[in-house]
Nanobody, 121 residues
Framework: VQLVESGGGLVQAGGSLRLSCAAS????????MGWFRQAPGREREFVAS????????DYADSVKGRFAISRDNAKNTVYLQMNSLKPEDTAVYYC???????????????WGQGTQVTVSS
């Protein structure tokens, strides 16, 4: 599985961005998909995930109510809608895929190359 992110960029605080992650392969619907981020000098952290089996998406407390993850299995794509962005959301955002996983997404079997999101104050 290859993952390619897009949609990052520079935005002012309070603004919005939508990230996309396009996956190759014919088994996309069998993967839990997630977004992680890594800010300079910090470890990579979980942002959001959406299960292969449906159900309520999972979010980090820091983004609840501001970010929304969704997937389109027909397009092999997962999205992250980011609203009310804050300077502390500045990071490289990575898409991840984990095969038939359950529970909290801790990592991925496959990773994208990352896309930079910069929020100015």
């Amino acid at each position: 599985v290859q993952l390619v992110e897009s949609g990052g960029g520079l935005v002012q605080a309070g603004g919005s961005l939508r990230l996309s992650c396009a996956a190759s392969g014919r088994t996309f619907s069998s993967y839990t998909m997630g977004w992680f981020r890594q800010a300079p000098g910090r470890e990579r952290e979980f942002v959001a995930s959406i299960s292969w089996s449906g159900g309520v998406p999972d979010y980090a407390d820091s983004v609840k109510g501001r970010f929304a993850i969704s997937r389109d299995n027909a397009k092999n794509t997962v999205y992250l809608q980011m609203n009310s962005l804050k300077p502390e959301d500045t990071a490289v955002y990575y898409c991840a895929a984990e095969y038939l996983s359950v529970g909290t997404m801790l990592g991925g079997d496959y990773w994208g190359q990352g896309t930079q999101v910069t929020v100015s104050s």
